[in-house]
Structures are given as C-alpha cells and as structure tokens.
C-alpha cells in the first residue's frame, strides 16, 4: 500500500501565493508518475500539472504561474502556486503512479481558496 499525505493549502487573496506539500510513503518501488490534479463540485477532476518520467507537464490554465517539482529521495511533490485567481479555487487532490502494473493512489486532497 501506498499513502500520499498533502498539505499546504488554504485561504489566500488573488495574486497571493501557496506551496502545496505532496510526501508518499508505503511499498514505493519505482514512481512512473506523480502530479497534482483539482477538483471543484459538480465538474470532473482537472490536470494541473504532472512529473512524468522527470519531465513536467501543466494544464493550459496554469501555465506559467504555477511550477512542479519534486525530492525523488524523499518520494515528495511540491506545487508553487503564483498569481492565484479565483478560478484557481478547489479541493487540490496529489496523484502517484507507480511503474510496473501502473497502480494508482490519491491523496486526501487540500482545499484552497482564493477569494478577497
């Protein structure tokens, strides 16, 4: 099993900043994928940006202002969000995919808001 614990998020103004934390721990063997998705009630869980085989991908309305990166010693994710914007507001859910049989987990998910 593998448990994915994130953190960071919060209530922050537009053009504020947040960190998100993503640390996964358990039988982690070798990671093909690991990357932040969102999700707000009543739509489907969207890509924000993901790591795949060291490279980074990011949906089209975040680039440039958010950046993924990643500690492989520490199996831990990170999500720097810049100029946040109201539509930028949901439940932020960490994703890891493992290499082999393509096992998937998600974390818990944090909530972020941004909102005056």
């Known amino acids: 099993q593998v448990q994915l614990a994130e953190s960071g998020g919060g209530l922050v103004q537009p053009g504020g900043s947040l960190r998100l934390s993503c640390a996964a721990s358990?039988?982690?063997?070798?990671?093909?994928?690991m990357g932040w998705y969102r999700q707000v009630p009543g739509k489907q869980r969207e890509l924000v940006a993901q790591?795949?085989?060291?490279?980074?991908v990011y949906g089209d309305s975040v680039k440039g202002r958010f950046v993924i990166s990643s500690i492989d010693s520490k199996n831990s994710l990170y999500l720097q969000m810049d100029n946040l914007k109201p539509e930028d507001t949901a439940i932020y859910y960490c994703?890891?995919?493992?290499?082999?049989?393509?096992?998937?987990?998600w974390g818990q998910g944090t909530q972020v808001t941004v909102s005056s």
């Open positions: 358990g039988n982690i063997f070798v990671i093909n994928q």
């Open positions: 994703r890891l995919v493992l290499a082999g049989v393509g096992e998937i987990y």
């Open positions: 790591i795949v085989r060291g490279s980074p």
